[in-house]
Each structure stands twice: as C-alpha cells, then as structure tokens.
C-alpha cells in the first residue's frame, strides 16, 4: 500500500483506494456526506504531490 492509498484509507467514508501512478491518477469510493473531494486532494498535497484536479464521478 502507498503512502497516499493510507493516508486517504483513515479517511471517514473513504473505501477502496487504488493509486495509478502510470496515469497519475487516484480512484477512491467515498461517502460524499462524510468527507469531500477537496478534503482529499488536501490530503494528497499534504504528503507532497501536487494534485492537478479533483474531478469526481457518481457511481
């Protein structure tokens, strides 16, 4: 497990996390009524990454 998949794992209604860094992309099932996108990418930008969007799709 990275870094980023543990650090967004602890995260309240995170599930799932898969790090693709040949795409440089993140997918993480969330409860969006518990944690935010946004609160996500701060938590990437806090390990060091820069994060470029936060894009997020509806299953």
């Known amino acids: 497990m990275t870094k980023i998949e543990?650090?967004?794992s602890k995260k309240d209604g995170v599930e799932n996390?898969?790090?693709l860094f040949?795409?440089?992309k993140?997918?993480?099932e969330f409860d969006d009524?518990?944690?935010t996108?946004?609160?996500?990418a701060d938590t990437v930008t806090d390990?060091?990454?820069v994060?470029?969007?936060a894009k997020v799709k509806a299953l």
């Not at 996108?37 to 996500?40: D, I, K, T, V």
């Open 17 to 19: 996390v898969k790090v």
């Open 33 to 35: 009524s518990q944690v």
């Open 26 to 28: 993140i997918k993480a």
């Open 37 to 40: 996108a946004e609160s996500l």
């Open 51 to 53: 994060v470029q969007s």
């Open 47 to 49: 390990l060091g990454y």
């Open 6 to 8: 543990g650090a967004l």
């Open 22 to 24: 040949n795409a440089s």
